[in-house]
């Protein structure tokens, strides 16, 4: 079956270090990928997606391409500000799934200032 | 736009009691899900509609979790008898008509219900 395999965290950076969390997944077919980001207390909120081999999605410094060789889709920023202290999931969805989401468990980041 | 709504924010309640969580959809969403975060298993889907029918309910932990959606705009999912090891955050998420693949999920803010 479709799986999502995500960094284990917690993940701890100092302000303007690079991340990266670690994404690889498992599915039959092309399916769409996706990173959430959920702050404390809120919801999970779309960060970026993609939808086919060889795209980047990006989005406020965020990026992630998806590597359909490798199976992964990391997600990397440049210079990480506190203000990005969150939790990050990886997803995917293909086309069986009317658009039932697999998530991974997810990667805590801290950034200090 | 409103996004989705869920109440209420936060639930305790005693053990044994009935517990309903109630969503309202992003208008014009004709997906709408249910999930349930824990430390402990993360998150989990429990079911999902797609106009107002349940396509997968196999998240569904046991018989006590029960869920409906009797229109376009309004979800309810429903504990009972409640037990402590529902203790969790239970999100709502909807999504655009389209073929649900390349969809994103739009989430609430969520209800974190603790049962004593």
């Known amino acids: 079956g479709n799986s999502v395999t995500q960094m284990e965290g917690p993940v701890t950076l100092s302000e303007e270090a690079f991340l990266t969390i670690n994404c690889t997944y498992t599915?039959?077919?092309?399916?769409?990928l996706f990173w959430y980001v959920q702050y404390p207390g809120e919801g999970l909120q779309l960060l970026l997606k993609?939808?086919?081999?060889?795209d980047k999605g990006s989005n406020k410094g965020f990026e992630a391409t998806y590597r359909k060789e490798t199976t992964s889709f990391h997600l990397e920023k440049g210079s990480v500000q506190v203000s990005d202290s969150a939790v990050y999931f990886c997803?995917?969805?293909?086309?069986?799934?009317?658009?039932?989401?697999?998530f991974g468990k997810g990667t805590k980041l801290s950034v200090k200032p | 736009d409103a996004g989705v709504i869920q109440s209420p924010r936060h639930e305790v309640t005693e053990m044994g009691q009935e517990v309903t969580l109630r969503c309202k959809p992003i208008?014009?969403?004709?997906?709408l899900f249910w999930y349930r975060q824990t430390m402990m298993r993360g998150l989990e889907l429990l079911i999902y509609?797609?106009?107002?029918?349940?396509?997968?309910d196999s998240g569904m932990p046991e018989d006590r979790f029960s869920a409906k959606m009797p229109n376009a705009s309004f979800s309810t999912l429903k504990i009972q008898p409640s037990e402590p090891r529902d203790s969790a955050v239970y999100f709502c998420?909807?999504?655009?008509?389209?073929?649900?693949?390349?969809?994103?999920?739009?989430f609430g803010d969520g209800t974190r219900l603790s049962i004593l």
């Open positions: 998420a909807s999504s655009p008509p389209g073929g649900g693949f390349n969809q994103p999920q739009h």
């Open positions: 599915a039959t077919g092309y399916p769409s």
């Open positions: 993609a939808t086919k081999a060889d």
């Open positions: 997803a995917l969805s293909d086309r069986g799934s009317q658009g039932n989401l697999i």
């Open positions: 208008s014009g969403h004709d997906y």
């Open positions: 509609f797609n106009n107002n029918v349940p396509i997968d």
